[in-house]
């Protein structure tokens, strides 16, 4: 049996996935961090991305995505909290895309550039939510 190590992760709204893994790749800020049993202690920032967990007696990867967020590797669990955490099944693709347009047409019509910086982290949001469905339906 492969070693596991316990992952939470958790929105404001739910938790998104409660149990074990082999391994799991999170987008943390500076980029992609790939997770095993017994990794060393960590916390650090997350931005908006696909989250892939390896789980136990399961071919596929679970996908998650997330808006961002915070992660914690402790010795035995690793944590992960997120505004907004998503199953990549559950997402929808054309209000992801809606959602990518109406922030596109927003952004040229911006004046300042705190606003332009907060559509900036829109668009993020929305290019990632449509990233992860593209790799679950491997388009």
């Known amino acids: 049996m492969a070693m596991t190590v316990h992952v939470d992760i958790v929105s404001t709204e739910e938790s998104i996935f409660s149990g074990m893994a082999e391994f799991l790749v999170v987008p943390a800020e500076m980029g992609e961090i790939g997770i095993f049993p017994s990794h060393a202690p960590l916390i650090t920032t997350i931005k908006p991305g696909a989250i892939r967990l390896k789980v136990p007696d399961q071919k596929q990867e679970e996908l998650v995505y997330v808006s961002g967020g915070i ?10 909290l997120s505004d907004t ?6 997402i929808d693709e054309k209000k992801a895309i809606e959602a990518k347009r109406e922030v596109e047409e927003a952004m040229k019509h911006c004046a300042s550039e705190t606003d332009f910086t907060k559509l900036q982290a ?7 939510q449509i990233h992860v469905f593209e790799i679950l339906h491997k388009k």
């Open 85 to 90: 955490a998503i199953r990549a099944k559950d």
């Open 71 to 80: 992660l914690e590797i402790q010795a035995q669990v690793v944590t992960i």
């Open 122 to 128: 829109e668009l993020a949001r929305a290019l990632a």
